[in-house]
């Protein structure tokens, strides 16, 4: 079972500038999430799909992030515009029951 | 969400057994002990989870005192590959983990 995809792996940016990052989960997984981690901070949740729906997003900040999940499959996170203190890593999970999340790589931000 | 306190670091000398101790004293009737842990670069991993009565699987095994105000998951033979953050959070079965807090640090050193 192919895991969950995430790309890129790495981003640089200046602020101000605009930035998303794609997610692939686990076929099947009805559920995506999108995680920000900060350096030597456990990950914490933005928002939370089920399939094509938001189930909770009350942690994103809405005035510069969005997400969607078209299809309920694939899924995109941007920031727009980002600020130094978005840097951080940006973790896609998937799960097909809650308790069961698997999560990708990453995608680790850096703003300068 | 700080539901648990985890020490910030440990270390483990290889082949020996490590025990990491969470203390989860407000605990729901209804919640479970979930244990994950990430290795460096990559996204955390589920290792096991418990109610009640002790669990083990082919990671590790998960201890919860009889009062479930606390547990500690163990690697019975800790290996280098083990070397990671590990996070132990209370949830109801089922639901989704919206922070996984700070962890534990464990170093397995030769």
């Known amino acids: 079972e192919a895991g969950v995809a995430q790309s890129p792996r790495y981003k640089i940016i200046e602020k101000r500038q605009s930035v998303a990052f794609w997610c692939n989960p686990i076929s099947g997984h009805a559920t995506l999430y999108w995680y920000q981690q900060i350096l030597g901070q456990g990950p914490k949740l933005l928002i939370q799909f089920q399939n094509n729906g938001v189930v909770d997003d009350s942690q994103l900040p809405k005035d510069r992030f969005s997400a969607e999940r078209l299809k309920g499959v694939d899924s995109t996170l941007k920031i727009q515009p980002a600020k130094l203190e978005d840097s951080a890593v940006y973790l896609c999970?998937?799960?097909?029951?809650?308790?069961?999340?698997?999560f990708g790589p990453g995608t680790r931000l850096l703003v300068l | 969400d700080a539901k648990t306190t985890q020490p910030p670091s440990m270390d483990c000398a290889e082949g020996r057994a490590a025990n990491l101790p969470c203390n989860h004293s407000?605990?729901?009737?209804?919640?479970?002990v979930y244990w994950y842990r990430q290795i460096h670069s990559q996204g955390p991993q589920y290792i096991i989870h418990g109610l009640k009565n002790n669990e083990t699987n082919e990671m590790a095994s998960l201890i919860i005192t009889e009062d479930r105000k606390s547990s500690t998951l163990i690697l019975p033979h800790a290996t280098l590959r083990d070397t990671a953050v590990y996070y132990c959070?209370?949830?109801?079965?089922?639901?989704?983990?919206?922070?996984f807090g700070r962890g534990t640090s464990l170093i397995v050193h030769p």
């Open positions: 407000t605990i729901s009737g209804n919640e479970y």
């Open positions: 999970a998937s799960s097909r029951w809650e308790v069961s999340q698997y």
């Open positions: 959070i209370v949830r109801v079965e089922g639901s989704y983990i919206p922070t």
